[in-house]
């Protein structure tokens, strides 16, 4: 998990993704007996590929909360103080 942000949500979300990843893959090479270790990085490279379209459609989401805020602000008759 070299890398890895940990500050915040983002920080806490991809450090338990990584270690999801850690975990999953670690019973596939426990039991894995090729010497290639083919199913691991079988396992590895799946877990690897749902944990990024899981952190991209995080990253969409948390960007659109701020977004749909500042249509809200630019509405025409909108009034900040309430």
Known sequence: ????PHRGLAGAVAIGGAAMVYAGTLGVFVEDEDAGLDRTMAA?????????????FLDRACS????????GRD????????
Not at 44 to 56: F, N, Q, S, Y
Not at 64 to 71: D, I, S
């Open 44 to 56: 590895l490279d799946r877990a690897l590929e749902r944990g990024e379209r899981t952190m991209r």
């Open 64 to 71: 659109f909360v701020p977004r749909l805020a500042e249509r």
């Open 1 to 4: 998990a070299g890398g890895v």
């Open 75 to 82: 509405r025409p008759g909108a009034d900040a103080t309430g």
